[in-house]
Structure formats: structure tokens, C-alpha cells
């Protein structure tokens, strides 16, 4: 036993995205690593049975497969002992079956056609969804879409600062990408993640967490079918993770935002010079 393992996480489990998951999983109770073993263990008690089986890494015998081929044909993730990585790619798992089962089979199609190197630019978005992505959500109403386009413009202040009540109620934070989690154990100016912006009925955030979780997941998949979101040039935004009302103390201030080498302006599209 090591009842010491999840000290970086309890030093930040009064972050939001640390609360999300301890409402879910009760990560501070654990004496252990939950590894491959403990999440499958999760899955059962969560329900959550369109979620692939976890293996422990060393137990995976040697293949050819790429890691989402293995995923795809085998029905299996392969999981690294006492990996912060690997478990919140578990915990992603959990909270959004439907999408990270599309996301696998749209790097399996993208293999199959094009083959394993070079990656497609899709493959290439997929990745960094799957790695660094943040969902905000938004409930219907002008208001509401005229704040995600000021969101998208890189217009802080108006969002995070003079729209902060509407944070938890309008507009939720759901982490997607369990790089960014891994990172936000050791939290530091300049971290940031991709947002994609889904929108949501009124009355949302009313329902309990895992409801939540349940309707964003079936959103989520079929916004990216019926998008083709990741053949997209550009499908996500940039986006300061600390900077996300109830992610950091410190964010409490309107001064927080004042600190422009981190809430960077919106870089302008160069203008072509018509020449004679």
C-alpha cells in the first residue's frame, strides 16, 4: 500500500476539475494506485459498460497494433502502472464512453486509409483534443452564444471577469484532455489547454453531475459526426486554464487577468498587400 500516492492531487482537489472528479471517483480514499485494475473496478461501479477493459501494460502481449488499433480490435486500453497520465486517461474514459469510442474509430479509419505515418492533420486534432481539449458548455440564449464568440475573440475580461456569476450556472467546464489534468497537478502561468464550445438546453446545469456527463457525451458525439469537426482547419481555441473561474484561487481577482503574456490578445490576420 502506498497511502501517500495521490498527494499531488489532494494539494489540488479544491480545483474544479479535481472536485468533478473527486464527486465521481472518491480518488482520496483510495490507498492505492487504482491502475488498471482499480479502474476497471470503477467501471462497474459507475455502470459505464461501453467502456473498453483496462490491462495493465506489461500484461499486453507484443503486437504490431498501434496503442488505438489495440483499443479498437482488442477492446482493451493498455494502461502504465502508477501513471497520473494513464489514470486520467482512464477517468476521461469513464465520463465520456460515446466520444472516446468515436474519437478511437476515427484515428483507426484515418490508419486504415492512409496508414500509420505521416498522422493526418484529423489524427493530429484528435490527439490534441484527446490530450489538452476543455469543453465549455453553454445554455441556449444570445447572450450566452455572444460570450462564447467573445470567448473565441479572446476578449477575457468580458467573460471571465464581468460575465464570472454566469461560471457554474450558464457556462460549465468539463476537462476532456488528461494531459491537461496530469498538468494541472503542478499548475503554472502559461498552462493552457483547447476549448470546443458545445451548446446546451437551458436548465442544464440543474441536473446532477453524472446527468451532465450523460447528455454532454451524447451531444459531443454526434456535434463531432455531423461537424467533421476534426477535418476541420481549425476546430479548437486557445484557452488559459487557470483562468477558468473556480480552477485557481489566485483567478479571484480582476487583476489576475491584467497579466497579457498569458490572456494573449487575439494574433491579427495578416492582410495581403495588393501590389501593381
Keep these: 500500500m502506498n497511502p501517500n500516492w495521490h498527494k499531488e492531487y489532494l494539494n489540488q482537489v479544491d480545483m474544479l476539475s479535481m472536485q468533478q472528479l473527486e464527486h465521481l471517483f472518491s480518488l482520496s480514499q483510495l490507498n492505492d494506485w487504482p491502475n488498471a485494475a482499480g479502474l476497471n473496478k470503477l467501471k462497474l461501479a459507475t455502470h459505464s459498460q461501453q467502456v473498453p477493459e483496462f490491462v495493465c501494460q506489461s500484461q499486453i502481449q507484443a503486437t504490431d497494433l498501434y496503442y488505438e488499433q489495440i483499443i479498437f480490435q482488442k477492446n482493451t486500453v493498455p494502461t502504465r502502472p502508477n501513471s497520473w497520465h494513464d489514470l486520467f486517461n482512464g477517468l476521461v474514459w469513464l465520463q465520456f464512453p460515446k466520444t472516446k469510442r468515436l474519437l478511437n474509430q476515427l484515428h483507426v479509419q484515418d490508419i486504415e ?164
Design 113 to 276: 486509409q492512409y496508414g500509420l505515418s505521416p498522422r493526418t492533420k484529423q489524427r493530429n486534432h484528435l490527439t490534441h483534443f484527446d490530450e489538452c481539449g476543455v469543453i465549455i458548455t453553454y445554455e441556449k440564449g444570445e447572450g450566452n452564444q455572444e460570450l462564447i464568440k467573445q470567448l473565441a475573440e479572446h476578449e477575457w475580461h468580458k467573460v471571465f471577469v464581468h460575465n464570472r456569476d454566469l461560471w457554474g450556472t450558464q457556462l460549465n467546464t468539463f476537462m476532456f484532455g488528461h494531459a491537461n489534468l496530469e498538468m494541472l497537478l503542478n499548475p503554472f502561468i502559461g498552462l493552457t489547454g483547447k476549448w470546443l464550445g458545445v451548446e446546451v438546453e437551458q436548465g442544464f446545469s440543474d441536473l446532477n453531475y453524472s446527468e451532465q456527463l450523460q447528455h454532454l457525451d451524447e451531444i459531443l458525439e454526434k456535434q463531432i459526426q455531423q461537424q467533421k469537426l476534426f477535418l476541420q482547419k481549425k476546430p479548437l481555441s486557445p484557452l488559459p486554464l487557470l483562468g477558468i473561474p473556480g480552477m485557481w484561487d489566485a483567478n479571484q481577482e480582476p487583476e489576475f487577468y491584467a497579466n497579457t503574456d498569458y490572456f494573449r490578445a487575439k494574433p491579427q490576420t495578416a492582410q495581403l498587400k495588393l501590389t501593381d
